[in-house]
């Protein structure tokens, strides 16, 4: 049986691929007895520029109808630490975990954690939340998000 280290491994993999495509390096999957349901890498600027099209919203739009009863059993990987949209959408969604790689100061959602609203909250106590796993390889990621996203600013 694959072990969380085994998903995160997963998700730098999922994560350069992005990356090598033009977009943010980040990687996404899902979980579920011991199988991947679902993955998802960051797709914001290609093949075509879609502001949603983040690794976590990706992998989540691959679970099967069939299975989303079971969302909190699921478990969510991902290389870095979500943003708001994507934190928003796990808790809405009830996933029941969450393993992060790299925290992410500059755009992550964990600071929001005690200022959001009260459904968010509570959903939020429901879950667990794990990170940062993997740390050496995702900060290298982040780095390299931080790096992409300065440079297209800059233009």
Not at 15 to 41: F, R, S, T
Not at 48 to 71: F, M, Q, Y
Request: proline share 6%; charged share 25%.
């Amino acid at each position: 049986m694959p072990t969380d280290h085994d998903y995160m491994l997963h998700t730098v993999k999922l994560a350069k691929a992005a990356g090598e495509a033009g977009n943010l390096p980040i990687g996404a999957l899902i979980a579920l007895d011991g199988k991947i349901i679902a993955e998802g890498q960051n797709r914001l600027w290609a093949p075509v520029i879609n502001p949603g099209r983040h690794a976590e919203i990706d992998a989540l739009a691959g679970i099967k109808t069939s299975l989303w009863n079971r969302a909190k059993e699921m478990t969510l990987y991902t290389s870095l630490e979500p943003c708001l949209m994507c934190l928003s959408t796990i808790l809405l969604h009830r996933i029941g975990h969450v393993i992060y790689g790299a925290d992410d100061p500059r755009g992550g959602a964990l600071c929001t954690v005690g200022h959001m609203p009260p459904a968010f909250e509570r959903f939020y106590k429901e879950l667990k939340m794990t990170g940062p796993a993997l740390q050496e390889e995702c900060d290298e990621l982040f780095r390299q998000v931080v790096v992409k996203i300065e440079s297209r600013i800059a233009k």
